[in-house]
């Protein structure tokens, strides 16, 4: 089987690590969520469409130019479709772990500062049959801002790194693979928006 097949499984994984961010000397309680449906190529079964749960904490009320704003965590939730679990279970997969790397973009009053995020997708029992939940989570480095303004943070693609295991922990036939995964178009992909000052 092509290791691709199941390149989707981590989605979430690369969305989770899109919007980490929290204030330094700036308020941060804010919380942002957004659901997000990414398509993955399965060479076997076809293209899949996912859906993916974003949940970002102590987001950045307001910040600083020239402070830089921490990394924080954030969690995603991607919903493996049954007919890539169908096909984990052939392998005789009975979990999957992994790390995935995520594109996210500030619009910072007009720049854009391009961020990759970094995480790591648990450790996920395979069920033998039917849909199922991979959850990500990790952090990108801090960021300085330059410019005083409404900023926002929107979601991009991703590339995950997943490895499937038997009961006995040893690989399956697909060892392990990586695949890149992509928006579907049409998609209100920001997630949250704050405002810079002037140090």
Do not use: H, W
């Given at each position: 089987?092509?290791?691709?097949?199941?390149?989707?499984?981590?989605?979430?994984?690369?969305?989770?690590?899109t919007?980490?961010?929290?204030?330094?000397?700036?308020?941060?309680?804010?919380?942002?969520?957004?659901?997000?449906?990414y398509?993955?190529?399965?060479p076997?079964?076809?293209?899949?469409?996912?859906s993916?749960?974003?949940?970002?904490?102590d987001?950045?009320?307001?910040?600083?130019?020239?402070?830089?704003?921490?990394?924080?965590?954030?969690?995603?939730?991607?919903?493996?479709?049954?007919?890539?679990?169908?096909?984990?279970s052939?392998?005789?997969?009975?979990?999957?772990?992994?790390?995935?790397t995520?594109?996210?973009?500030?619009?910072?009053?007009?720049?854009?500062?391009?961020?990759?995020?970094?995480?790591?997708?648990?450790?996920?029992?395979?069920?033998?049959?039917?849909?199922?939940?991979?959850?990500?989570?990790?952090?990108?480095?801090?960021?300085?801002?330059?410019n005083?303004?409404?900023?926002?943070?929107?979601?991009?693609?991703?590339?995950?790194?997943?490895?499937?295991?038997?009961?006995?922990?040893?690989?399956?036939?697909?060892?392990?693979?990586?695949?890149?995964?992509?928006?579907?178009?049409?998609?209100?992909?920001?997630?949250?928006?704050?405002?810079?000052?002037?140090?």
């Amino acid at each position: 089987m092509s290791r691709r097949l199941f390149g989707g499984l981590a989605v979430g994984a690369a969305i989770a690590g899109t919007v980490v961010f929290g204030g330094a000397g700036v308020g941060q309680a804010a919380t942002a969520s957004l659901t997000l449906v990414y398509n993955c190529p399965f060479p076997l079964i076809g293209a899949q469409d996912m859906s993916v749960k974003i949940v970002a904490e102590d987001l950045p009320d307001s910040a600083v130019v020239g402070r830089p704003i921490p990394a924080t965590k954030v969690t995603a939730t991607a919903t493996v479709p049954a007919n890539a679990t169908m096909g984990l279970s052939l392998v005789g997969a009975k979990t999957v772990e992994g790390t995935a790397t995520s594109q996210t973009r500030i619009d910072n009053a007009g720049t854009p500062v391009d961020v990759v995020a970094n995480l790591t997708v648990v450790k996920t029992n395979v069920p033998s049959s039917g849909t199922f939940d991979t959850v990500a989570s990790g952090g990108t480095p801090p960021v300085t801002l330059a410019n005083p303004g409404r900023t926002t943070i929107t979601v991009g693609n991703f590339t995950t790194t997943l490895t499937p295991r038997r009961a006995d922990g040893s690989t399956t036939g697909l060892g392990t693979f990586t695949v890149n995964c992509t928006l579907k178009p049409g998609q209100v992909t920001k997630l949250y928006e704050f405002t810079v000052a002037a140090a």
